[in-house]
């Protein structure tokens, strides 16, 4: 049973790893330090991470819902995300010995980076991710990028603050290869045939906004009084979370998006409810893991129905659109929590007020709206058309071979060209002619020659 869940999770992500790495480790440097994270919590105290942390949400979500081309033009979009990676990872590593101001803004410069890594990444993964495997794709990233946050929450306790900026600053450097990779392959700033201007569904990305102020509250409010379990907490942390989130993304595909809201907001009510009881080791478990499961079913949730609602909607920036409307509510969340402790102080009745009222509305929301049979979410439709390129279909070689084949070359200058005798050829060619969808070489010129050359630099 276990090996039938894993098997389908394991060969996604053979299948799409440059696509998972581009996005999962620039994530996991948001966890790990930006967004509510242990390096921040260690720097500075709980009033100061939590401004920073908002002010980081803030231009995260102005940078991500920008028109992919903002950075520089489309010529130039490799080595300009690759240069301002640089420049952004370099920044973070002599964190810990910046005056307060120019923390805010290598801050600054790192929200505006992720938002560009997101929007970039968003094309590439519409364009080339079928959409029955949309859900573990975004699962097996967001335990990627959990998994980092659940091991540097093992051991910030034992490591001077100061050492862990760097790991921040290398989970950046990884995704390089990744994200350059898939941009040599695949030309992201070209719109979608026929792109629209349409946003999606208002009333979809409300529900992800006020359920996210919840969030803000659950960062920062009850996070920092469960960090205070100690080795619990170092040995537990977001393991539910990381554990959860891979069968729940698989989950999605064969059920559908519907559970996924309502099972994760039943999982936070529960771990609320759970809070209220005296504290004690017992307590801390039941609630660490219900708070944890329930936001591995939302998130995963806002960035698949996001897809889902992208290619119904023909606008490749919806995703974002959704993503930055969860990241919103948390900054909002954070913000009126942080308000209120100045005003009431410290109370549990601020918390619980917080992180209930959001969930109850987004309930009322949604039972409303699917009453009324105007929520656009629905189970991945193989048959959902995502606008992929042939080549994303093919291998290193193919992808060369069909480089060449569009040039109208014989197989004899190919083969002389690649080194490789006919029958390989011959082999390849009908691969490519497959994945392709034609049957000879003048329906394959015919057919795709005028797409491709329009669409693809070469």
Known sequence: MVLFLVMPIFTVYKKYKNIIKMVSLP???????TAYGPILRRLMSPEE?????????FVLVLSMIAKPGLLCRRSRQRLCLTGLIVISGVSLLPFAYYPYWLQWAAVGLLAFTEGRIASIWSRLFLSSVA????GTVIGVTLFVSYGF??????AFLELPATLLTPIASVLLFLSIPSQYKLMMETEVLKPWKDESRRIGSKSILAIFFIIYISAGAT?????????NFGRYYQFINVLPFVLAVPFIGRLADLKGRYLLLFLGMGSLGLSYIV??????????????????VGWAFLDAAVWIIGADLAVKYRNSRIQMFCVGAFLSGTFMGSLIYVGLMKFWGEQLFIILMMAHIPLFLGLLIMGIIINGRKLDIHKADPADKVPVHPLSTLTAREREIFMILKE???????????KISPNTLKTHIRSIYKKTGVTSRGEFLMKYLPEISSDFPG
């Open 27 to 33: 994530y996991g440097t948001i966890l790990i330090f």
């Open 49 to 57: 991470m939590n401004l920073m942390s908002s002010f980081f949400l």
């Open 131 to 134: 959409s029955d495997e949309r």
């Open 149 to 154: 946050l659940y091991l540097t929450n093992m």
């Open 219 to 227: 960062y920062s409010g009850i996070f920092p009084e469960l960090v």
């Open 275 to 292: 809070y209220l009881f005296p504290q004690n080791p017992l307590q801390y478990i039941l609630t660490e893991i219900s708070l944890e």
């Open 408 to 418: 109208n070359h014989s197989n004899k200058e190919i083969c002389y060209t690649l």
